[in-house]
Nanobody
Framework: QVQLVESGGGLVQPGGSLRLSCAAS????????MGWYRQAPGKERELVAV???????NYGDAVKGRFTISRDNAKNTVYLQMNSLKPEDTAVYYC????????WGQGTQVTVSS
């Protein structure tokens, strides 16, 4: 069982930046593929960004060029740097870990509004 704890969400104005963090429990973090997903009210959960165990990344079309995913295996943590935020980025952001089974965090709210 992997515990994932997200942090860093909040209220930000359009054009602003936030950095989300997701801390994972256990000693196997470096073997996990990690990802961020988001779900806005009334919409399905969608891919934001993923990073493989070897550091390869992939992004959803809506965030390409604005968001950056990274990982620090020494800290068991994955990050999502979000720049040039738009109101349509408003959602609950979920951290995901996968190595066979998939694990999810509880989510952190990001609200982009003036």
């Amino acid at each position: 069982q992997v515990q994932l704890v997200e942090s860093g969400g909040g209220l930000v104005q359009p054009g602003g930046s936030l950095r989300l963090s997701c801390a994972a429990s256990g000693s196997m973090f470096r073997f996990y593929g990690m990802g961020w997903y988001r779900q806005a009210p009334g919409k399905e959960r969608e891919l934001v960004a993923v990073i493989t165990r070897d550091g390869s990344t992939n992004y959803g079309d809506a965030v390409k060029g604005r968001f950056t995913i990274s990982r620090d295996n020494a800290k068991n943590t994955v990050y999502l740097q979000m720049n040039s935020l738009k109101p349509e980025d408003t959602a609950v952001y979920y951290c995901n870990a996968q190595n066979g089974p998939a694990y999810w965090g509880q989510g952190t709210q990001v609200t982009v509004s003036s």
